[in-house]
């Protein structure tokens, strides 16, 4: 059993990440950032917003919620939460938002990771560029209508594709909940 407040050892560390433990359980921190958000965007026209972009990871295009790190940057290590999630969706699909509402926050692999993912609600969305992500991102925007998601993300999957899972966390809050938050 672990104790809270165990020291934290370091394993193996690269410029991104770092292996360590506390007592017998290893896991991996994220290195120079301070934060990982997520961002749920639906248009004036009733569509979702999705990215498309291959994971060297899982070998594969994976759909998913625009999203990324906070505090990454040289200079702006103090990024805001909601600042990261306006500069990842605007590097990501080309909309600005005209609020960020901060849905919860949720681990996103508890027994590998401490990272933890901050959902934000993106609305009064402008299109103001064309998206793709950066200089080191290929990047497919999608613009998918809400009454056609369940069969376009069937055809994606079987195009091959995997659904990253955080992507029907925020699919909740548009179809069951959009007024809850869990902060």
């Known amino acids: 059993?672990?104790?809270?407040?165990?020291?934290?050892?370091?394993?193996?560390?690269?410029?991104?990440?770092?292996?360590?433990?506390?007592?017998?359980?290893?896991f991996v921190q994220r290195a120079g950032t301070s934060g990982v958000v997520t961002v749920v965007a639906r248009t004036p026209e009733d569509e979702v917003l999705l990215v498309e972009q291959f994971r060297p990871p899982v070998q594969a295009r994976v759909i998913e919620l625009p999203a990324g790190l906070a505090g990454d940057i040289a200079g702006s290590e103090d990024e805001?939460?909601?600042?990261?999630?306006?500069r990842e969706l605007l590097e990501e699909t080309g909309f600005?938002?005209?609020?960020?509402?901060?849905?919860?926050?949720?681990?996103?692999?508890a027994g590998l990771t401490d990272e933890v993912i901050t959902f934000f609600l993106a609305d009064g969305l402008k299109q103001v560029g064309p998206g793709g992500g950066d200089e080191s991102e290929r990047i497919v925007v999608h613009r998918v209508p809400?009454?056609?998601?369940?069969?376009?993300?069937?055809?994606?999957?079987?195009?091959?594709?995997l659904l990253d899972a955080r992507l029907f966390s925020g699919l909740y809050f548009l179809r069951v909940s959009s007024e809850r938050t869990f902060t």
């Open 1 to 26: 059993m672990h104790r809270a407040n165990e020291p934290i050892k370091v394993i193996s560390q690269t410029p991104f990440l770092r292996l360590v433990t506390i007592g017998s359980w290893s």
């Open 80 to 86: 805001s939460l909601e600042l990261a999630a306006r």
């Open 96 to 109: 600005e938002a005209e609020s960020m509402k901060r849905l919860f926050s949720g681990p996103s692999s």
């Open 146 to 161: 809400m009454k056609e998601l369940d069969a376009w993300l069937a055809a994606k999957v079987d195009a091959g594709c």
